[in-house]
């Protein structure tokens, strides 16, 4: 009995976490709305509420299952969140849509990253080089490679 408790509770601390690392990649809820009693900190059960709500939230039909559709759904929805905070943050006319010069931002800027990737400085970047990067990025969103 001890073990499986133990299981479900490695269990739950895993959904909690990850629901708060999605949160996080999202610019979901800040602090104070995952700190459902104000306590001034997290709790696992708040964790773990967050995340049965965002679960009721995608099963759409309340049949406490998530199938492919609903996934679909919830995707497409967060990406339609996306396409609307990125066309309001580089969309600098206000004509409800994006050029090329717009797009063009000093912090996406491809040079500044071929400089960063090209740590040999070789004037090309090698699979090694390539491999690295990605090594380097792995597990972390958002994150831009650095030279170390």
């Given at each position: 009995m001890q073990r499986s408790t133990f299981i479900a509770t490695l269990a739950?601390?895993?959904i909690g976490?990850?629901?708060v690392s999605a949160m996080a990649r999202e610019r979901g809820p800040d602090f104070s709305a995952l700190d459902a009693d104000n306590s001034g900190e997290v709790t696992l059960q708040?964790?773990?509420a967050q995340s049965e709500?965002?679960?009721?939230q995608t099963d759409t039909n309340g049949d406490g299952f998530l199938?492919?559709?609903?996934l679909e759904a919830a995707g497409s929805e967060k990406a339609k969140k996306r396409s609307a905070r990125m066309i309001e943050r580089l969309d600098?006319?206000?004509d409800g849509q994006l050029s090329l010069a717009e797009m063009?931002?000093?912090r996406r800027d491809p040079a500044r990253l071929f400089e960063r990737l090209d740590t040999d400085?070789?004037?090309g970047i090698s699979e090694a080089e390539f491999k690295e990067a990605k090594a380097h990025r792995k597990g972390r969103p958002g994150k831009k490679p650095k030279n170390d």
């Open positions: 739950a601390a895993a976490l990850t629901t708040e964790m773990q709500a965002r679960f009721a199938t492919k559709t609903e600098a006319d206000k063009k931002n000093p400085k070789s004037g």
